[in-house]
């Protein structure tokens, strides 16, 4: 009997501790109700969990077990919110590319218009040097050409005259050389406005540098005529009005290498307006003192000083003759000369206005 009263106490203690740890069961959900009407109203809708405490979002009610599997649960959430090295890295890359890309275009934009306007300055600086180069030349070829025009140059004095007629011409050939060359290109898609824009120019250099070939050719022409005809009926110094058969067969050698080199220059005479004339006047000379050379050698044959005499005055006269025939045509060149080197000046002047550096 003790016994069983034994067991039905054990029974109802039994009972009665599952009844309160029910109870305690229901005041903990009931706790963990009223937790979260408290607490879920009083968190603002714009906030961002990953901004709060992990501590205050988890139920102090809930068994440290449970707790510690929210707040696991939590780290792993926000874990993989946070990006991850490998995207932290694509996305410095990304960020550095689209820096490098606006530095790049920003270069573009600033450079490219310049390296079309240096192609420019270059072709406009070779201009300017050019056609520097020819006004240079001019003064020192007028005084060249006072000199060349003189009826009395002797070969001496031509010798020192030329140069300057070599270098003006020189200049003249380089500018048209300059001026010739085509606009440079430029690479595809860049402009070329600042390029285009020389055409002009280029259009009114060429101009100014055909009138400088006209001229400093002309000039040239003067030089090789007045050169080439000083090498032409050079008789010896001492022309004898007697000779033994021995001196007169030498002298009829130097006699016909006279003519032969007069051949030779007077047939590279270069032909000029102001020189045509001349040049027929020479052409006769060479024949007549063809003629003149066998009744020269004749005479001394013939033992006939006073023949010989003769024949010697009328050589050199037809030499003096042939020099006082060529002075039209020096004054000719002389005047239109002047005229042209002048003009030309002017004509650089004005064009050299159109590729003047800003500090000229």
Known sequence: MADKVGDDVETADEVGADEAASQSLLDRMSALDRWREDAVPALSPNSHPATLDPDVDIDPILPDGWREEQRRRRRKRRKRRE???????????LLGLLLLAGVT??????????????????VVADYREALDTVATRIPP????????????????????TAPAFTRFRASALALS????????????????????????????ISLVAGRADVVSGRLGRLVTYRT?????????????????????????????????????AT????????LDSHRAEVAETLDWYRTWEVEYLQALRRDSPAVASAMINQARSRAGRLRIGLEPALVSFRDWGQAELAGLGSDLAATRVLVLRPED
């Open 83 to 93: 990006p991850r090295p490998w995207m932290r890295r694509a996305r410095w890359s």
């Open 105 to 122: 275009a920003a270069a573009v934009l600033i450079l490219v218009p310049r390296y079309a306007e240096s192609i420019a300055d270059g």
């Open 141 to 160: 070829t007028q005084t060249a050409l006072e000199q060349l025009t003189s009826p009395d140059l002797d070969r001496i004095q031509l010798d020192q």
């Open 177 to 204: 050389d300059t001026v010739r060359k085509p606009l440079p290109d430029t690479p595809p898609l860049l402009p070329r406005d600042v390029i285009d824009d020389l055409a002009p120019v280029r259009a009114r």
């Open 228 to 264: 080439l005809l000083s090498e032409a009926f050079v008789l010896p110094a001492d022309l004898p009005l007697a000779a033994e058969a021995a001196e007169i067969n030498e002298l009829s050698l130097t006699l016909a290498a006279m003519l032969a080199d007069s051949l030779d």
């Open 267 to 274: 047939s590279r005479l270069p032909t000029d307006p102001f």
